[in-house]
């Protein structure tokens, strides 16, 4: 295994950090990440829509494995140096229950943490953007 495709919300606040944060750490796996939205997940994954859902986090290998809920984000957590020891332990039987719960308590209310937190979704963000920029300034253009 070589790259994790990771299927995220891009209209929750809380998964775009989460997604920030995933790009930024250092992996031994390439992580490619994909709004759950987007037409070219299901052009790259035929038949993956009839697993999205709403409330759960999707991870794809490029083996095919797919992983979903608690399960993806142990196995985001397995593609990063300083977390895959982590991971190892959480995906023990012993302890996968209370990362089951753990991540369902986030999935569940990530929408409040996302407000809570002033987490905006990546669009709002770039039409925030769009609204306060100046308009763009042609190089190209003479000055007298």
């Keep these: 295994m070589k790259t994790l495709f990771v299927i995220y919300d891009s209209e929750c606040g809380f998964c775009c950090r989460c997604r920030q944060w995933l790009a930024q750490q250092p992996a031994y796996l390439d992580l490619r990440f994909f709004q759950r939205n987007s037409p070219e997940v299901v052009c790259r994954f035929p038949g993956i829509e009839k697993l999205l859902r709403l409330d759960e986090l999707l991870v794809v290998s490029d083996e095919g494995a797919v992983y979903r809920g608690a399960h993806a984000w142990v196995m985001c957590l397995y593609a990063l140096r300083e977390y895959r020891e982590w991971a190892s332990k959480l995906a023990h ?8 719960r753990a991540y369902e308590l986030f999935s569940e209310n990530r929408r409040e943490f996302s407000r809570w ?6 669009e709002e963000i770039a039409k925030k953007i769009r609204q306060h920029s100046p308009p763009p300034v042609c190089s190209n253009e003479r000055k007298p």
């Design 93 to 100: 039987p012993s302890l996968l229950p209370f990362a089951w």
């Design 117 to 122: 937190m002033k987490l905006l979704p990546e």
